[in-house]
T-cell receptor, first 114, second 114 residues
């Protein structure tokens, strides 16, 4: 089975700062990678996903993530954050094997100061 | 209604009560999930159903009892809960079980056990 780790548990940034949230996974086969976001009081929703092809994936609201296979990483980035990006961000890893369900990281709480 | 809905949104119950959480998905998906989300803990996968058949039970105490009468509905029956069971309970669905498919989440039920 796969595993996933998010190293930053709580990040505080000022508006217009650049963001990078780390995500590393462990799995011996082909993976599918996801970033989910949970805004305050709202449900978890998909931010972006990687299945194959271009390792640089663009998602909603100006977010992007880069899959680096050699580093087993899928870091989330945004060049200039906004106050509305305050939320909790979850990295998730899925495998093509139906026996291996999607595994979520512990999440990173992002707080943007106005 | 679209997406994944959950009722009730908030529930307060005593340790001797019996209550049920309901989840409904309007997406035509084949797989449904129950997660527990507690403060400072990662998302905990509780149960997985595929085409109404339970395929995973992650060592969840028997005071939680799931039911999936059809592919659109999922219930979580609660009885004799403990205060540490207080959490946000999330329902999700996906097209299929494999990790290639993103999960769509409901808004959750905020459960407080007194």
């Amino acid at each position: 089975a796969q595993s996933v780790s998010q190293h930053n548990h709580h990040v505080i940034l000022s508006e217009a700062a650049s963001l990078e949230l780390g995500c590393n996974y462990s799995y011996g086969g082909t993976v599918n990678l996801f970033w989910y976001v949970q805004y305050p009081g709202q449900h978890l929703q998909l931010l972006l996903k990687y299945f194959s092809g271009d390792p640089l994936v663009k998602g909603i609201k100006g977010f992007e993530a880069e899959f680096i296979k050699s580093k087993f990483s899928f870091n989330l980035r945004k060049p200039s954050v906004q106050w509305s990006d305050t939320a909790e961000y979850f990295c998730a890893v899925g495998a093509m094997n139906r026996d291996d369900k999607i595994i979520f990281g512990k999440g990173t709480r992002l707080h943007i100061l106005p | 209604e679209t997406g994944v809905t959950q009722t009730p949104r908030h529930l307060v119950m005593g340790m001797t009560n019996k209550k049920s959480l309901k989840c409904e998905q309007h997406l035509g998906h084949n797989a449904m999930y129950w997660y527990k989300q507690s403060a400072k803990k990662p998302l905990e996968l509780m149960f997985v159903y595929s085409l109404e058949e339970r395929v995973e039970n992650n060592s969840v105490p028997s005071r939680f009892s799931p039911e999936c009468p059809n592919s659109s509905h999922l219930f979580l029956h609660l009885h004799t809960l403990q205060p540490e069971d207080s959490a946000l309970y999330l329902c999700a669905s996906s097209q299929d079980l494999a990790g290639a498919y993103e999960q769509f989440f409901g808004p959750g039920t905020r459960l407080t056990v007194l």
